[in-house]
């Protein structure tokens, strides 16, 4: 299933696709506008618009409400096309763990 989900998302939009993109690409496959989303999800257009624009970054709570209004899993928007990439932040605090962590 999460694979077909997957390959259909994939058609919709392009790989590596960003969250307000991939958020979009749902909501025009849905032939909704955003004056429609914001009568679904009580978030307003304007601020609709300026996280289809990736100007403000996708939360979790975000990602819930438009996982619910438009019928798929959160983790489409968190995580586009199924990919996580992690930032030089995320690999230094791998780095300073792994200098802590026991292993063995």
Known sequence: M???????????????ATPGEMLRALRKR?????????????????????IE??????SQHYAEVFASALNVHPMIFLYPNGKFEKSSELLKIEK?????????
């Open 2 to 16: 999460a694979n077909k989900m997957l390959d259909v998302l994939n058609e919709l939009v392009p790989e590596g």
């Open 30 to 50: 849905d032939g909704l506008t955003l004056e429609e989303m914001e009568k679904i999800t009580g978030i307003r257009d304007n601020n609709l618009s300026v």
């Open 53 to 58: 624009n990736d100007r403000i970054e996708m």
């Open 96 to 104: 300073r763990a792994a200098k802590f962590r026991k292993l063995g």
